[in-house]
T-cell receptor
Framework: DAKTTQPPSMDCAEGRAANLPCNHS???????VYWYRQIHSQGPQYIIH???NNETNEMASLIITEDRKSSTLILPHATLRDTAVYYC????????????FGKGTLLTVNP | EAQVTQNPRYLITVTGKKLTVTCSQN?????MSWYRQDPGLGLRQIYY???????DKGDVPEGYKVSRKEKRNFPLILESPSPNQTSLYFC??????????????FGEGSRLTVL
């Protein structure tokens, strides 16, 4: 699976949109982009995933560039409870369905 | 409510005293997996199971055993715990097939300390 690069930390004001970038320049055509978050040592929580089209669900939106080399997770109205480590993962699937979690981005939402 | 339940959530034990961390899911998922999380090392897969009686090693299986006798349960066994197994452990499950293969459902974690 391709590797990802994320900034180690970001800040966001409460009520504003949080835009979390991820670079995955070596992604291949059959690899998905997944986003998870982990709130202070709780179990990671699935947020959203996509292949090449933009995706939206009740939690967030995922924007994938046309060349698929980068993506942005958007939390439209960040709250204090969105403070967490956000992981961007490129995943193809395979024999053990293993997701490889990197270091992620610590998003701090400030009041 | 759909969930993955781990027990115990917190445990302090001593070197060599066998222990089992249980994991149960109520979503009828085929796939289950164990991860450990350590500072600076991220989440690393210990073992996984594709279905009942089908288990395989992940990246860091040494010192651990698992079993999958029922679909809902996937216990992690430390036969002779050592201090380097002090960690935060997560169990996860997922349905197989289709677009759900990368969507893991995680438990709340079990913090284990081995003295």
């Amino acid at each position: 699976d391709a590797k990802t690069t994320q900034p180690p930390s970001m800040d966001c004001a409460e009520g504003r949109a949080a835009n979390l970038p991820c670079n995955h320049s070596t992604i291949s055509g059959n690899e998905y982009v997944y986003w998870y978050r982990q709130i202070h040592s709780q179990g990671p929580q699935y947020i959203i995933h996509g292949l090449k089209n933009n995706e939206t669900n009740e939690m967030a939106s995922l924007i994938i560039t046309e060349d698929r080399k980068s993506s942005t997770l958007i939390l439209p109205h960040a709250t204090l409870r969105d403070t967490a480590v956000y992981y961007c993962i490129v995943y193809r699937g395979g024999s053990n369905y293993k997701l490889t979690f990197g270091k992620g981005t610590l998003l701090t939402v400030n009041p | 409510e759909a969930q993955v339940t781990q027990n115990p959530r917190y445990l302090i034990t001593v070197t060599g005293k066998k222990l089992t961390v249980t994991c149960s899911q109520n979503m009828n998922h085929e796939y289950m997996s164990w991860y450990r999380q350590d500072p600076g090392l991220g989440l690393r897969q210990i073992y996984y199971s594709m279905n009942v009686e089908v288990t395989d090693k992940g990246d860091v299986p040494e010192g651990y055993k698992v079993s999958r006798k029922e679909k809902r349960n996937f216990p992690l066994i430390l036969e002779s715990p050592s201090p380097n197994q002090t960690s935060l452990y997560f169990c996860a499950s997922s349905p197989l097939g289709g677009k759900g293969t990368g969507e893991l459902f995680f438990g709340e974690g079990s913090r284990l300390t081995v003295l």
